[in-house]
């Protein structure tokens, strides 16, 4: 039987592993880096809660095959929980998913005087003259008042560019409003008669987020695969043009398996830097120019049961740093342990950043200062902050990134017995529920005999496209 060597065990990792075991059509070994699975989308306990890397949610459009294989693996522990969260527009707090009502009592009237006017002007803006940007783009479908006051001042502090500077692609897989009848039709979704089963709220496990990958790890365990953690890569090892071993070091020991498979969920530009011998340097050179944007994660432990009622707080304005706030608590529905709540915010940021270099403490200051400059004080004990620091949270869309990518994925598909996949293996900007599919693609590509099916895979690759991020 094939043996394949999965690098990673985020969502796509420990999905293909748990398909591969199950199709039986190859052993499968998975080699991860960290001392848990789930990667970007695991959890920890920090004084008894179970806190995630950030804000996650699974999101009711899961492939019902995908849902069904997570509801069967977690159990009763994956709970229907309803969204709950508010975003903070031109000063004023608005229900987020966006609700009607909400919009005409909250919103400044201005502010629905100019969006209303740029909906009916909207067959009369022209397209720029010059090559579509993500502002250009968005500009045409929404118009300035929704552009400058929430989607430009968001996208520069995630991605820390102007957004002329962004692609195109951005506004078609990281935008799900991308026009005025799209975000229409989003708020009538919530309005009853309107309103889908299963609209408005979303699954997540009692135990935090991470508490999927965990139990789709132990069924892969319990169909035959086999997971290696903490285990730092340190060589693919090339032969003739394809795949003959995986170098990595674990317990302290050099280790080597032999395998002609490797399934790779690794960043790009780490996986380049992987192979031995080492790839051509015009792929090495366009690996370098692949970009991520970082982040801080920010927990705030409180001494008070709950923070707000509210499971995330987004903040558009480039004005306050972070871009979301949620409370773990908040999401599960748990209410212990008692007296002590986690809030948990995300700061996107790189590592030669000034805020990267500050203290944990430093941080927590300045996040309760920040709070409190939006009408959230912390007026509970702040029993102290830890952070967690991302190298690698979102892909940059930036507008020469298609070109890189190109070179770097070539050259990736013409090395024998490799695949990349997952949101880091291809660039995406994806859900887990994507990730997954991504998974589920790679093993309905794999033959019993062994064979890869390329052609397969690229109407895969289309699809995989299509994708737009759910929030």
């Known amino acids: 039987m094939k043996q394949v060597v999965v690098l990673g065990a985020g969502p796509a990792g420990v999905g293909a592993a748990l398909m591969l075991a199950r199709s039986g059509k190859a052993g499968v070994q998975v080699l991860e880096r960290a001392p848990r699975v789930g990667g970007n989308s695991g959890s920890f306990l920090l004084d008894g809660i179970h806190c995630d890397f950030g804000s996650h949610r699974l999101h009711p459009s899961t492939e019902p095959h995908l849902l069904e294989m997570i509801k069967e693996a977690v159990g009763p522990d994956l709970l ?26 909250r919103l400044p009237k201005g502010f629905t005087f100019q969006l209303l006017w740029d909906a009916a002007t909207k067959p009369f803006r022209r397209a720029g003259s010059g090559e579509p940007t993500f502002a250009s783009v968005l ?6 008042a929704m552009c400058e006051n929430f989607y430009y001042p968001y996208m520069r502090k995630l991605w820390a560019l102007p957004p002329e500077e962004l692609a195109v692609t951005l506004a078609t897989r990281r935008v799900s409003g991308s ?27 009692r135990k935090g987020f991470g508490q999927i990958s965990e139990c789709l790890r132990s069924e892969a365990e319990n169909a035959g695969a086999e997971f290696t953690l903490e285990a730092s890569i340190t060589g693919i090892e090339l032969e003739s043009g394809r795949v003959k071993a995986v170098r990595y070091q674990a317990d302290g020991k050099d280790l080597r398996v032999a395998t002609d498979t490797v399934w790779s969920t690794l960043p790009l530009a780490t996986l380049v830097s992987l192979v031995d011998p080492p790839a051509p340097p015009e792929v090495v050179e366009a690996a370098s120019r692949i970009q991520y944007r970082g982040m801080i ?30 409370e773990p608590k908040n999401y599960s529905a748990s209410t212990e ?37 939006v009408g959230l004080p912390v007026t509970a004990k702040v029993r102290r902050t830890e952070t967690r620091r991302l190298g690698y949270a979102y892909p940059v869309y930036d507008r020469d990134f298609e070109s890189h990518l190109k070179v770097v994925d070539k050259w990736a598909e013409s090395v024998g017995g490799l695949l990349t996949f997952g949101r880091q293996g291809l660039f995406a900007h ?13 093993v309905d590509c794999l033959n019993p005999d062994g064979s890869f099916d390329l052609d397969k895979w690229h109407a895969y690759r289309r699809e995989f496209e299509t994708h737009v991020v759910e929030d």
Not at 353 to 359: A, M
């Open 179 to 205: 026009s005025i009848g799209k975000i229409l039709k989003k708020i009538l979704g919530q309005v009853p008669g309107f309103k889908k089963p299963h609209t408005g709220g979303f699954y997540y496990p």
């Open 297 to 326: 994660l920010i927990y705030l432990v409180l001494e008070q049961d709950q923070f707000t009622e509210y499971d995330a707080h987004y903040f558009p304005e480039y004005a306050v740093p972070i871009s979301r706030l949620s």
């Open 139 to 144: 500009h045409q479908g929404l118009g300035p």
């Open 430 to 442: 994806d859900n887990t529920h994507h990730a997954l599919a991504m998974a589920n693609g790679a």
């Open 337 to 373: 342990p008692k007296g002590v709540t986690v809030l948990c915010a995300e700061l996107p940021c790189d590592p030669h950043e000034d805020l990267w270099k500050l203290s944990d403490d430093a941080l927590g200051a300045k996040l309760c200062e920040w709070l409190g400059g």
């Open 80 to 105: 229907w929980r309803p969204r709950h969260g508010r975003i903070r527009l031109r000063g004023r707090w608005i229900h987020f998913p966006l609700k009607p009502v909400d919009l005409l009592l």
